[in-house]
């Protein structure tokens, strides 16, 4: 058996990973990574790429889609890989994550089909009209904390949002007063709780770790993804990320949220879309 992880922050230690047999590692997941009992969907694609990453030849994620079949809760969990296809540039594989209940029986959890790559391999043009999100300085940005209630105030929970440092643009954070805007936008600077810079694993979590937008759209209670795909652009310069994530759409009970990640030197590291569920109730 092998332990898989890259350093010793909350982050590496709970997406660690123990490699029992080639493609089957042991995972255990963290209560501290939970929003209202569910474990989040950042969270799951990060440890399910951490176990990617070593199955692949190529060490980087590229492209990453994780479809989530059932609420995955804190314990211990299997991840199962199979390498698809190995070219000289990418890779590609599948991962499964999968928990047992008390008499046995399995249960599919998440479901990943992902490319990867080198990041460093990858030229330096870039032509893009992208542009950074407009949002003010961090001293001028409120923290989950300073909302009435404190972090408890976050619907779902608090063991989340322990783990990571959020300062949301004010624009987008009328909801933490009673007050949201009515539009589907959310943005703020992102870290996580204990200084840990970012690289393309943490990227994974990043795109689903702010706030659901329905929260500004006047809706509240837990937003279970079912589907996300996260795109990998650059590897992340030191330091905090913009996030901004956007929904034009909710109908049917259903929205889609895009995100972008951007890094210090405003660079576009890290999109993503997912389609998430929503509780149509004010």
């Known amino acids: ?7 010793n922050s ?12 080639p493609g089957v590692y042991d995972a255990h997941l963290s209560a501290g990574w939970t929003i209202a009992q569910a474990v ?5 694609l990060a440890l399910a790429g951490r176990a990617l990453g070593d199955a ?7 492209s990453v889609t994780a479809h989530y079949l059932t609420a995955s809760v804190p314990g211990p969990a299997v991840i199962r890989t199979e390498v698809i296809r190995t070219g000289r540039t990418m890779s590609t594989g599948t991962a499964t994550l999968v ?3 008390e008499d046995g029986t399995e249960t599919e959890r998440l479901r990943v089909l992902a490319a990867y790559g080198d990041l460093d391999a990858l030229p330096d043009d ?9 949002i003010p300085p961090r001293e001028h940005c409120p923290g989950t904390d300073s909302a009435p209630g404190g972090r408890a105030s976050v619907p779902g929970g608090t ?32 870290g996580l709780a204990d200084g840990r810079e970012p690289d393309p694993l943490s990227l994974l979590l990043t795109v689903d770790a702010m706030p659901p937008t329905a929260f500004e759209l006047g809706l509240s209670g837990w937003v279970p993804t079912v589907e996300l795909t996260a795109h990998v652009r650059r590897r992340p ?9 956007t929904t034009r759409n909710l109908a049917g009970g259903f929205l889609e949220a895009d995100a972008e990640v951007w890094d210090s030197t405003d660079h576009l590291v890290a999109q993503s879309r997912q389609l998430a569920r929503v509780r149509l109730t004010g």
């Open 40 to 44: 989040n969907g950042g969270y799951l």
């Open 10 to 21: 909350e982050f590496d230690r709970d997406t660690a990973v123990v490699r029992r047999a």
């Open 237 to 245: 310069a030191p330091g905090s990320l913009r996030v901004a994530v």
């Open 56 to 62: 692949l030849p190529h060490p980087d994620p590229f």
């Open 159 to 190: 063991s989340f949002a322990e783990r990571i440092a959020v300062r949301l643009d004010p624009a987008t954070a009328g909801w933490a007063v009673g007050a949201p805007s009515g539009k589907g936008e959310m943005r703020g600077w992102f």
């Open 1 to 7: 058996m092998a332990l898989v992880t890259t350093g």
């Open 126 to 134: 870039v032509r893009t009209s992208a542009k950074p999100p407009a």
């Open 99 to 101: 928990q047992f209940t």
